[in-house]
């Protein structure tokens, strides 16, 4: 039997920590089992699924990697609701034994970190005094990015929100550095803070300010984005308010509000243009412009797209030649 929305949606305002008959990690074809078919689904899918469902003012967002869970309740309209799965205690006792790019692990009775291109020792860090979460770590004295001590946080109240974002009372924290002057009791992160690639990116906002950090020198602080209606699409790359259009942090240029779609692969269009990202693709045909990588290709594989005219890896146009050859890699290394 189908559940009534209208009912559930009443009651997860009321307490929005039990989601119940939902729970994270659901499958798409549960939720609908449950609460029937969407008003409407995101362009934007994975393996053939789209990755957000809306059922009047809620949005359900589904993680794009199989099994494509759900891991997000977002309300865009005027009441303030996101929960995600990470909303839990994420920090938990060590227990790795193996060395693990950017992660710790247990040695001979003592905590390391696993860089890059060498292990650090945690000085002083008893392993029965320490949790982590890949590189976010803390003990009863001090918190940790990675090997290195986050001056000045405090670790009774330090907590992780996901793979780009960690706060204590005092501050938010991100693999880059602290937010300056961040609204500690309005911040609240908007996806995953992963991206593709496995690296930390993603969307948060306060009461005054809308972020983005993709861990490449300090956090943006997106400048006339509206905070009350800003979300993150999901993916940590595209992101929207009432006004405008976002990827990677910066606002699409000229870009028509209700026509716009997001294609895949960091290609976007509206009833006139094309884009890549944030940049306009000069010249090319919004009506026949297709993506052509395969949905499930390596998350550093180079983008290929065309319209009637040109043939386009990433945001260059080469030869068809070329593309065509590009393709068939792509293709064969499926």
């Not at 967002?61 to 303030?80: M, N, T």
Request: net charge negative.
């Amino acid at each position: 039997m189908k559940q009534d929305f209208t009912i559930w949606r009443n009651q997860i305002l009321q307490n929005p920590w039990d989601i119940s008959p939902l729970k994270f990690g659901m499958l798409q074809d549960e939720v609908i089992e449950i609460f029937g078919n969407p008003d409407d689904v995101s362009t934007m899918g994975s393996g053939g699924k789209p990755l957000i469902l809306k059922y009047h003012d809620i949005e359900l967002h589904f993680d794009r990697k199989a099994p494509h869970g759900l891991y997000l309740v977002y309300s865009d309209d005027e009441i303030e609701l996101s929960l995600t799965d990470h909303h839990e205690e994420l920090l938990q006792p060590i227990t790795n034994t193996e060395p693990v790019d950017n992660e710790f692990f247990l040695r001979d009775g003592v905590v390391y970190f696993s860089g890059l291109y060498e292990n650090g020792l945690l000085k002083g860090v008893s392993p029965k005094d320490f949790c982590c979460w890949h590189y976010w770590g803390k003990s009863s004295t001090a918190c940790f990015l990675g090997g290195i001590r986050l001056r000045g946080a405090d670790p009774a109240s330090f907590r992780v929100l996901n793979y780009a974002y960690a706060m204590d009372k005092t501050a938010v924290y991100t693999t880059s550095g602290r937010i300056p002057d961040a609204d500690l009791a309005a911040f609240q992160v908007l996806d995953k803070g992963q991206n593709d690639s496995g690296a930390p990116q993603g969307y948060a906002k306060d009461s005054r300010q809308v972020y983005f950090h993709n861990g490449d020198g300090k956090v943006k602080i997106i400048k006339g984005a509206e905070v009350s209606s800003f979300r993150s699409l999901g993916d940590t790359y595209f992101a929207r308010d009432e006004k405008r259009i976002y990827a990677y942090g910066k606002q699409l240029p000229n870009v028509e509000l209700t026509s716009w779609e997001l294609l895949g692969h960091w290609y976007s269009r509206d009833v006139k243009r094309v884009y890549y990202l944030n940049r306009e693709l000069k010249g090319a045909d919004w009506d026949s412009f297709t993506v052509y990588t395969p949905m499930d290709a390596a998350p550093l594989a180079d983008h290929l797209a065309r319209d009637k005219e040109h043939f386009y890896q990433n945001d260059e146009v080469i030869e068809e030649t070329l593309w065509r050859e590009r393709l068939h890699e792509l293709i064969q290394e499926q």
